[in-house]
């Protein structure tokens, strides 16, 4: 019989950087709350089209974005931290996306999963926003048309790490004060 | 048995409105009528209103574009449930004066439809109670399926004319 093979490296959560010793351990509080904040990212699935249902996929047993702390899906924008946008987005939608996104609050990230949120894809139509990224701020792209759940994930594996390196006092600078302005939002 | 519908309808419409009938034919299986644009109005209503013909259901309204790009016109199916008749009316008028009456009077359902015709083709129908756009954004200028105006979105400058056709 094969035997069987004890994994003991395997890690949940990457301790941050830190000095350690016998009872304690120090670190900085901005690696801490990132750690916190890209382990339990509330994603709002915003699913217009098929990826939606590659999305379906992607939180089912199989492939189970719970393991990255993301089951918890909010239909609120008030209480998400991560909005996937997941489909065809038409021009008449444009504005609904906006506003979701205005309504989350900070810190938030977008996750732009499929060739249609991302440029439009195959649509290229008087109908049709050629992207997302005409709107609102995109963090992370994710390619496919659709793309599989592995893609998904990797996607939202991205964002963590985004997460994970943003300094506390980004969503305060003039540099992301003047992305909301370049989108017109406050 | 669709050849007879044929020349049933045309016969009755050329008894009670005569010269309304430009052309009645069938394409393949299916009776088609020609009327024009300034009796369908009245066609419709005869179609309805005859106690034979009983065309009571309108099931399909649309718009198209004549190929040589300088027609507008207008496609009415109708459908008599009892006998399970169908048949097909177009009108076709001058681009450059989309006007045609509404049939909303006769059938309540061609509201939605019409509105769809005016906000596709930019045909109005006069006496329609709410002629707005019904599916694209209400701020759109365009009509966009007439022939004149591109389909593509002309937002886009990563596509070149070279590889796209345009």
């Not at chain 1, 035997?3 to 304690?24: C, D, H, N, Q, Y």
């Not at chain 2, 419409?13 to 005569?18: A, E, G, K, M, V």
């Not at chain 2, 010269?19 to 024009?36: L, N, Q, R, W």
Request: aromatic share 10%; glycine share 6%; hydrophobic share 40%.
């Amino acid at each position: 019989m094969k035997e069987i093979v004890k994994r003991t490296k395997l890690e949940i959560a990457k301790s941050p950087e830190g000095l350690e010793g016998p009872g304690f351990f120090a670190t900085k509080l901005e690696d801490v709350i990132g750690l916190a904040r890209a382990n339990s990212l509330w994603p709002l699935p915003f699913a217009t089209s098929c990826c939606g249902i590659e999305f379906m996929a992607t939180m089912a047993s199989n492939y189970d974005l719970a393991r990255f702390g993301s089951e918890r899906l909010s239909f609120s924008p008030r209480q998400a931290d991560m909005l996937m946008v997941m489909g065809t987005i038409a021009k008449k939608m444009g504005p609904i996306l906006r506003q979701v996104y205005e309504q989350m609050a900070e810190p938030k990230w977008v996750l732009s999963v499929g060739a249609c949120a991302s440029s439009g894809g195959i649509f290229d139509t008087y109908s049709v926003l050629q992207g997302i990224d005409r709107i609102i701020p995109v963090d992370v792209y994710v390619p496919g048309c659709p793309p599989r759940p592995e893609q998904i994930i990797d996607g939202v594996l991205k964002i963590q790490e985004l997460v994970k390196n943003e300094s506390l006092r980004r969503r305060d600078s003039p540099e992301y004060k003047k992305l909301l302005n370049s989108y017109g939002i406050e | 048995m669709s050849a007879q519908l044929l020349e049933t309808v045309t016969t009755k419409i050329n008894t009670r409105l005569p010269d309304a009938i430009e052309v009645a034919e069938m394409s393949y299986d299916f009776p088609v009528f020609t009327i024009k644009h300034d009796k369908i109005h009245a066609v419709l209503k005869f179609l309805k209103e005859d106690a034979d013909l009983n065309f009571h259901f309108l099931t399909d309204l649309t718009g198209i574009q004549s190929p040589d790009e300088k027609q507008l016109g207008v496609i009415y199916h109708l459908h008599n449930f009892p006998k399970n008749l169908r048949i097909r009316l177009k009108t076709f008028f001058d681009i450059n004066k989309p006007e045609i009456p509404t049939a909303t009077d006769i059938y309540p359902a061609a509201n939605w439809m019409e509105r769809e015709t005016y906000d596709f083709f930019g045909v109005r129908f006069k006496g329609h109670p709410n002629l707005v756009r019904i599916l694209n954004v209400d701020e759109m200028d365009i009509f966009p399926l007439r022939k004149e105006y591109p389909l593509e979105d002309q937002t886009r400058d990563d596509k070149s004319d070279k590889m796209f056709g345009r």
